[in-house]
């Protein structure tokens, strides 16, 4: 049972951080004079 | 000859200066003429080493031919094809972002399921258990995040296959990941009006095939010669020749008599294990007791040469920088800051241990050709307080975290220097790859605040850097505070925490913020007394470990990112140079302040109070 608890926390922390990358990417595409 | 010129030869003259004074005046506060002769010879092995390093580096990851091509490129294209890696494929940052997170996901997942079957699997001549579920997911964050923060004894816990094909893999992959990342970070420098960064598995395969592998072949050697152990042999059992009589108490409480008679010496693959543990700035030991350990560091001049593995790469990695963006100046000016904060911080810790205890004056602490003198408490007679204190300092500012002392036996200010220098980033050499990645957002902040001081858009190597940089280097920047200032805040008011504290007062707050500081900063080094292997620490550390790694290289990535795609614009009058002793100078009092602001309140509950307490004749 604890396996699987500790396996899903994994899958969702790195897809947590997947969703963080997407996320400083729409602050960036937000971001005025960011190509100057 | 301008100012910032005439700045940086002032910076080395008061270095040098301040070296041959602290030379002639050791014997006036405690210190040695010897130790300090070491710990002078070390800055000057590191400074040697740093231009071949970076040269090599930069042509291994600018794709130009190296001594080793002949041998590794053919190995490179046969992974690739097996792999289906296209190696001239280039990525964005979210890709590379991506990548980087599926690798070391799939890594992690992987060393839980080792260590959570490891009875079942070969290589375990001593018959060691499975590792309890709650201590295999921080061990396998812990690794996964270069931190190698160990809530176990490796020699009463893992079998040499977990060791060997768990532990040490990840000791070269996460290494070989911060490399890459700080490779990308370079490149977003470098580069201009592009979104591409590289390809993470390239530069994760060419950091494990040209730099790490190589160097750990030769190393491993190195470290054998000098008695550090490699075998796959069960552990030894030697009978005593005067059997020792020992008090033991029981689960029930109750305390019983024993006689022992046989002694247990563990054996292993070690020096294997011990060369990238340092060069990857991983700091896992095979033994519990780490570098303290006669196995793994048999030898001064085997401590010595961990010291140097510990700072090669990051050191090496400035050089890289300057190089790779055309400014090896500014590689220079980053490795001066860098080296003030080394030895502000080994002279603190070498000045606080060689003073000794204050509340023991009477006695002679002196260093004699008799005793080591100062505050041995905790630390290797055959290393002594100069060597003690170097280590210490060197590991915490990389994030190393091998020890051959226990910090947590240093004086309340020499124990105090470690934990500043995990605080203040990581960044003085830092971590393998992390120490660079963690200045680059320094430097943004350094001259963000330039800019801000002259009413100019505050330039980098000629790219104007905008709100969007500056946000994500706050991000990388807060994420650790958060982390670690959250995780101490609830641990040092839950009993089930408190529970694990060995020391009362002040002590026992700095054995918590160690923990969280040290895990956050994946450092993993233990400060000691806390008692970890519990359900709270191993999964909270965890956490701090995961935050602390990923959630600072993405918003690093992202600055990167978006640095490719800038125009560069020619220097002006207003442009604030970043390669002079004025640039130094600010880049160290940027990442002092900042570090100053975060964590100077809870400092001054932990150490500086335990100092004024001892100080006053109250101890913890």
Known sequence: ?36 | MNIGNILLLVICALLGGYLLYALLKAEEFKMTANGWAQIGFFLVVILVITKPVGVFMARVFSGEKTVLDAVLRPIERIIYRLTGIDEKHEMRWTEYATAMLLFSGVSMVLLYMIERVQKWLPLNPQKFANIDPGLAFGTAASFTTNTNWQAYSGESAMSYLTQMAGLAYHNFASAAVGIAVAIAVIRGIARKETDKLGNFWVDTTRSLLWVLLPACLIGSLFLVSQGVIQNLKPYTTAELIEPQTVQVTGADGKTTTQTVTQQVIAQGPVASQEVIKELGTNGGGFFGANSAHPFENPTPLANFFQMVLIFAIPAGLTYTLGRMTKSPRHGWAIWAAMAFLFLAGVTTAYWAEARGNPLLSPADQRATSTQSGGNMEGKETRFGIANSALFATVTTDASCGAINSQHDSFTPLGGMVPLINIMLGEVVFGGVGAGLYGIIVFVILAVFIAGLMVGRTPEYLGKKIESYDVKMAMLAVLILTVTILGFAAIAVVQPFATAGISNPGPHGLSQILYAYVSSAGNNGSAFGGLSVNTMWYNTSTAAAQLLGRFFMIIPVLAIAGNLAKKKTVPASAGTFPVTGGLFAGLLVSTIVIVGALTFFPALSLGPILEHLLMQAGKIF
Do not use: H
């Open chain 1, 1 to 36: 049972m604890m396996d699987i608890i500790f396996l899903v926390v994994t899958a969702l922390f790195f897809s947590l951080a997947i969703l963080y990358v997407r996320g400083c990417e729409r602050l960036g595409k937000g971001a005025k004079g960011s190509k100057s």
